[in-house]
């Protein structure tokens, strides 16, 4: 009997390399879990200096977490990722069919990736340590959360970002409202919206599976 054209394809043995502070290895977690794709965890002790290992290297010479290996298949950068799995495991979609709610998740996933999360990386705030201290570490992370975020989606009035399901604009907010929430001590109550969504997420089984402290490199 012949397969069904729409039959999903089956995912081969997923090899995720990921740090489990890492927000960026989060919500990759996050979004695999969603999909229901089962995966094999390889922790990447950046503290360490493993990322800089020559295995690693062959991997993303650029030495950032996460890195998905799907058989022959390795992409790094978590929006590459989760971009790469929305098309080749189209199960449980991330991005919505309407256009405009596409690109509005798109948005919010980019304002997070390019203009919040990467002034909060573990070497820049390290960096800012060593030469200014760690007040001024913490300063630098509490001054750059992105109101644009609060602005774009406010008028949502819906149990996740853009609608009742959760879509990729979720995906990238959840590991970055607990990151700010919980690393930095931000004071939540300007971001009304982003702290209604975040106890949206909290509950959310595939989401507490991917919570850093869960995952099998957390040191606690």
């Not at 991005?95 to 990467?118: E, F, G, V």
Request: glycine residues 2%.
């Amino acid at each position: 009997m012949e397969s069904s054209s729409n039959q999903l394809p089956a995912a081969s043995k997923l090899l995720l390399y990921s740090y489990w502070q890492s927000s960026c290895s989060w919500r990759v977690r996050f979004a695999l879990n969603l999909k229901g794709l089962p995966y094999e965890y390889k922790p990447v002790n950046l503290p360490a200096g493993e990322q800089f290992s020559p295995a690693f290297n062959r991997l993303n010479p650029l030495h950032f977490v996460p890195v998905l290996v799907d058989g022959d298949t390795v992409v790094s950068d978590s929006f590459a990722i989760l971009l790469y799995l929305e098309d080749k495991y189209p199960q449980r979609p991330l991005l919505p069919a309407d256009p405009r709610l596409r690109a509005l998740n798109l948005q919010a996933a980019s304002i997070i990736s390019s203009s919040i999360q990467p002034l909060h990386m573990l070497s820049v705030l390290k960096y800012l340590t060593e030469k200014s201290g760690p007040e001024e570490s913490l300063s630098w992370a509490q001054s750059n959360i992105d109101k644009a975020l609060e602005t774009l989606l406010k008028d949502f009035d819906s149990r996740y970002a853009t609608g009742d399901d959760v879509y990729m604009a979720d995906v990238f907010l959840a590991p970055q409202i607990a990151v700010v929430t919980t690393r930095f001590n931000i004071n939540m109550s300007k971001f009304p919206t982003l702290s209604r969504l975040y106890e949206s997420y909290k509950i959310l089984p595939e989401f507490e599976a991917s919570l850093p402290e869960r995952q099998p490199d957390a040191v606690h």
